[in-house]
């Protein structure tokens, strides 16, 4: 509603309208009015404690917040009447008197200086003997700029009646708790308890004695916090401090650009000071509205670490390519070599490979953590120069079989709805995924809408923390999700709650599903998923009868022999029931790398050019030839697995692959079965690898060429939500490491292609805008002139006045047909089942705090302060029958391989079964998983295999 249509009253003598639902704090700051506040922010429900915002309304005897006090017609408000101004500077005077004289900054080393104590800092995870130390600055955060700008100065008088000192807390690895300047706004309860909805941080005690706590009093470092630091973001004293930036918030500059890691897309600002990176601070974007988890919060210095790669580097003639010992010198295995030398080497050696073998013996594996353009790039290279569709990326190891169910049913391989339309949803379903360690701020929107009374029915092998908010828990037996879903699917057909005319309408292949269906009653398929029959008709029936409930589901759906058809069974779900379309409804595949959608959608999948368009379909093939000015391959090309399955061919194979170039991935870690995996790299006879550390993968490289990060480009992502945003170079790549842009280009060149992209930041916005054109049927309406000025556009967008869809099946869906096209699906078991050998199943995955392989989350010091060693969970039960103890170390062992870990006990954590993250390089979990595929998207079954478990 515009302006014009709101309520109109006076401020300060001059006609103004709110909004509706506007408060008297939001309307004024519309309109240029400041008025000082402290206990309120955006985001934040006014709370009106801390009366720094009051104001004068004529005809009320008391002055009023105006952060939680509505305008109504004809009101007249003085913000910065006499009255009102006296009362502001007394309350901000009065809060600037309790102040210490001093804050606080971290010091690394023992080193004397002015403070009443130096506080040992084991618990922080410095190193044996390290301390650091609390350093005089004087700052105060927001209250400090409020006093300046009112022009308040404390009184003696009233500085002699300071508080007494209180002990800070250092605990945690990444925030530091000084309550001397908490000034009890609550900012800090409301940001934990009802924006992240952690439920760590609340108010104790009463009067001049009240103070912020953790659980029961606990110290920081010991509570159940999980280090989000939106407390740290909303307190505005520094009583909550980040320690990189305690005592010293001046920036040479901040950088607005988006989260690195996950695929939720979060907006953030760098906070950049002498070239380095020092905060972030979450910005008001449509995914998080300013949230952030540990990882986007915490792990950014990973881009300053002293293993980041600066020169190219060549192996040396002789040296065998293997996985190094620990602490392994890499000198004795590369030289150090010119740009000129490394990429003439690079390219030279795929070109001589091409000419002499044919262009299928090589192959490219892209990267979802890098940019659009970059995968765009990267796919075109692969297809124009190397000659083949011989492309991948991590896709086919998270979502490939997400996506082929989702093309073959309802036209897309992207989300219905964004994740922020549970706010609409009265049923919400999650399986197979664990947001509040994989995608946490995604995660809090679910906690806020269970809050306010929607339903959460968690279903997963594992009772995560989201099963603490959700209605119903289905803790299904591992690698029965098929059987679970289609009891689902019968209960709703058996009790008549089909939506009979969104079937007629919309829907086809629903007579063979209901004939499929006859044998997976609920009650038939309980002794198999192991969920009694009432409980899965309940949730059958509350699914089918809400009015609006959407499905989102991660890999521990899509990681199956099964997962195309696990799929299926969620696409059935949504379409009988009509709940797909709305908002508040829909199928919602979380992503997880930070650009996997948009790598996926640029084209860097081996079937597909960009935009899902079949490169084995004469038109679409015919396009692009005439577009790129080249001639290109008909055949699908090899996936990931198979690609390494090609490396080893025999030589008389002509279909052998024996070149790659890798574009910041790390099969050798992500890969299943590493053993073979690291051996077929190793035995190819030309391996470029480029990225910024030297990864496992790179290890096994001829050529490593040092890339830049994700902090030191420009280009654009796009998240779950299919969202394409802008992110902005902040600082430069080290040393001689160059952009990926660039070294993609020079590539090219080496390999006989004529590219030119003219521009800054070689050419960005020019290939952005030929991947536009080539995907002009999405994204046609997003161009980078508009994406610098709005930052973040959803497609479909197809012309320069559309907003963007968010919500795409409104009407028809994109298929041949228009309808959803239903899929049965039989139950199929997982290709290794245990027995007496291997009798515990093996389930992989992500922990909160380390991402993909660890090669970024493990070189930030407080995400591997929080979780530094690798571990196992098991439950208590499990744990005691075979004689083990948290805390002990063990070894899991299956046919392909071993690793030793401590062990740790997680009562939700099925029985008979063991979670290991794959993020440590010293336990890799791959090294047991089953590389056995999914015949439909060729995505191998990581997340379900035999194993044992025994003490070290």
């Not at 061919?649 to 590493?674: F, T, V």
Request: charged share 20%; net charge negative.
């Amino acid at each position: 509603m515009s302006a014009a249509d709101g309520i109109a009253f006076e401020l300060d003598g001059e006609v103004v309208r709110a909004l509706p639902g506007e408060s008297l704090w939001q309307a004024a700051r519309r309109h240029g009015v400041e008025i000082p506040h402290l206990c309120h922010t955006d985001g934040l429900r006014p709370d009106g404690n801390c009366r720094a915002c009051v104001v004068e309304i004529d005809g009320e005897r008391t002055l009023a917040p105006s952060c939680c006090r509505a305008p109504t017609p004809g009101m007249q408000v003085r913000a910065q009447s006499p009255r009102a101004r006296a009362a502001q500077r007394m309350v901000v005077e009065l809060l600037l008197s309790d102040m210490p004289d001093t804050g606080y900054q971290w010091r690394d080393g023992p080193e004397s200086i002015n403070t009443t104590e130096t506080i040992a800092a084991s618990a922080s995870g410095v190193s044996a003997g390290g301390q650091k130390s609390l350093k005089n600055v004087g700052q105060h955060g927001e209250l400090s700029q409020w006093a300046e700008r009112l022009q308040v100065a404390v009184r003696p008088a009233l500085a002699a009646l300071r508080r007494a000192p209180l002990a800070p807390d250092v605990s945690h690895p990444a925030m530091a708790v000084q309550l001397d300047a908490c000034i009890q706004c609550g900012r800090c309860v409301r940001a934990c308890r009802e924006e992240q909805a952690n439920g760590v941080i609340g108010m104790a005690l009463r009067g001049a004695g009240a103070r912020p706590v953790f659980d029961l009093d606990d110290p920081m470092g010991l509570s159940t916090c999980v280090g989000c630091g939106e407390c740290v973001q909303a307190c505005p004293t520094g009583a909550l401090s980040a320690k990189p930036l305690v005592g010293s918030q001046a920036m040479d500059r901040s950088v607005d650009s988006v989260c690195p890691f996950c695929g939720v897309g979060c907006l953030v600002t760098w906070q950049v000071r002498g070239e380095k990176i020092v905060g972030v601070q979450g910005r008001d974007g449509p995914a998080n509205e300013g949230r952030l988890c540990v990882k986007g919060r915490f792990g950014f210095d990973y881009i300053h670490h002293p293993d980041r790669l600066t020169v190219p580097l060549i192996r040396k003639p002789g040296v065998p390519k293997g996985m190094p010992e620990p602490g392994a010198d890499w000198r004795d295995t590369f030289r150090e070599a010119s740009w000129d030398e490394a990429l003439a080497l690079a390219a030279g050696g795929l070109r001589q490979l091409r000419d002499a073998h044919g262009p299928k013996a090589l192959a490219g594996f892209g990267s979802a953590k890098g940019s659009n353009e970059e995968a765009y790039l990267f796919q075109k290279l692969v297809r124009t120069g190397f000659g083949s569709n011989n492309v991948d990326h991590c896709t086919r190891l998270c979502h490939a079989s997400s996506v082929a169910a989702l093309l073959e049913g309802v036209g897309s391989g992207a989300v219905s709805n964004p994740v922020r339309d549970v706010e609409f949803s009265e049923l919400i379903f999650v399986i197979g995924s664990n947001p509040t360690a994989n995608h946490p701020v995604a995660a809090t929107w679910m906690k806020n809408a269970a809050a306010r009374g929607a339903k959460i029915v968690l279903a997963d092998p594992r009772i995560t923390d989201l099963g603490a908010h959700a209605w119903r828990t289905l803790a299904f037996r591992a690698d029965s999700d098929v059987a679970l879903l289609n009891a689902l699917l019968h209960a709703v057909i058996d009790e008549g709650l089909v939506n009979e005319a969104f079937v007629r309408e919309r829907v086809e292949g629903f007579d063979a599903l209901r004939a499929h269906l006859a044998p997976f009653s609920p009650e038939a398929m309980a002794p198999v998923c192991g969920i009694a029959a009432p409980l899965l008709r309940e949730v059958a029936r509350a699914f089918a009868t809400a009015k609006s409930a959407m499905i989102l589901w991660g890999m521990g759906v899509s990681q199956h022999v099964h997962g195309t058809d696990n799929v299926r069974c969620l696409i059935a779900l949504a379409a009988i029931t009509g709940q797909i379309g709305r908002p508040g409804t829909g199928l919602h595949p979380l992503r997880g790398q930070n650009n996997v959608q948009g790598a996926s959608d640029a084209g860097l999948i081996p079937m597909m050019l960009p935009n899902y368009q079949r490169v084995d379909d004469p038109a679409v093939r015919a396009w692009f030839e005439d577009f790129w000015g080249q001639p290109l391959d008909s055949e699908p090309g090899y996936t990931v697995v198979e690609i390494l399955h090609k490396a080893l061919a025999p030589d008389a194979d002509p279909h052998k692959i024996r070149g790659m170039y890798i574009l910041g991935e790390n099969p050798a870690m992500s890969d299943p079965d590493l053993n073979h995996a690291r051996h077929a790299l190793g035995s190819l006879s030309h391996l470029v690898v480029q990225d910024i550390f030297l990864t496992e993968t790179a290890w096994l490289a001829d050529v490593v060429l040092p890339a830049s990060s994700w902090m030191e480009k420009t280009g654009t992502a796009s998240n779950t939500d299919r969202m394409v945003q802008l992110g902005r170079r902040a600082v430069a790549p080290p040393g001689d490491a160059r952009a990926d842009l660039w070294i993609l280009q020079q590539m090219a060149s080496g390999m006989g292609l004529a590219w030119h992209y003219p521009g800054a930041h070689d050419g960005v916005a020019a290939v952005y805008e030929e991947m536009r054109c080539a995907m002009h049927a999405s994204i046609a309406g997003i161009t980078w002139e508009r994406l610098e000025s709005e930052g973040s556009v959803t497609y479909p967008c197809l012309s320069l006045d559309d907003p963007g869809q968010p919500i795409v099946f409104t009407e028809r869906f994109p298929t041949a047909s228009g309808r959803v096209r239903l899929v049965p699906a039989g139950l199929v078991p997982g290709d290794e089942q245990p027995d007496a050998d291997y009798p515990l199943v093996l389930i992989t995955g992500r922990q909160l705090e380390h991402w993909h392989t660890g090669s970024m989350t493990r070189r930030s010091q407080v995400l591997d302060a929080i979780e530094p060693v690798a571990t196992a969970s098991m439950n208590g039960a499990a744990m005691a029958r075979l004689g083990l103890a948290a805390g002990e170390r063990v070894v899991i062992a299956s046919r392909r391989g071993r690793v030793e870990v401590l062990l740790r006990q997680d009562d939700g954590t099925p029985d008979a079964t063991v979670f290991l993250p794959f993020a440590y390089r010293e336990a890799a979990a791959n090294l047991l998983t089953n590389a056995a595929l999914d015949p439909f998207g060729k995505i191998p079954e990581v997340k379900y295999c035999a194993v044992a478990v025994v003490k070290r």
